[in-house]
């Protein structure tokens, strides 16, 4: 556990337990501090995990250079509804490889230069930079798209 790379990471109930360079990107290797993991279906905490598989998911730069974070997925089972489920992360949207405050980033980036710009800044292709943009831009008109209401 280093306090100062937690300072710098900022993320909730994370600490970096190692960090090490790999193909010229830093990898920060998270242990996750809460010990109970909730069922996403019935909301009911356990601390017996069914199993863990840490991915990679990419995060804001520090310093100048690119990180990807290695995040322990922990998998339950679920003994009140008999389900399994994996532990959801305020930082991370289910079936995603990067952060949210990452994708916010590229999407800001994109609105000030070209998808193949923030590409080659962020050595990610540039399907990789239309698809976070498109699905950011879509998830911000939802949320500023007002409702109709229908008077009876």
Do not use: W
Request: with cysteine; charged share 30%.
């Amino acid at each position: 556990m280093d306090l100062h790379l937690d300072i710098l990471l900022n993320l909730p109930n994370v600490s970096v337990f190692t960090c090490y360079d790999r193909e010229g990107f830093k990898i920060l290797q998270l242990d996750l501090l809460n010990d109970k993991v909730s069922c996403i279906y019935c909301e009911k905490q356990t601390g017996e995990l069914h199993q863990n598989r840490p991915i990679l998911i990419r995060d804001l730069s520090i310093c100048g250079q690119g990180v990807y974070l290695k995040v322990p997925r922990r998998q339950i089972y679920c003994q009140s509804c008999q389900k399994y489920s994996t532990e959801a992360l305020d930082f991370l949207e289910t079936g995603r490889n990067y952060t949210k405050r990452y994708e916010e980033y590229i999407y800001e980036r994109v609105k000030e230069l070209t998808v193949e710009q923030v590409s080659h800044n962020e050595q990610l292709s540039a399907e990789q930079v239309q698809n976070i943009f498109s699905r950011i831009a879509s998830k911000k008109k939802r949320l500023v798209t007002p409702r109709k209401v229908e008077f009876r």
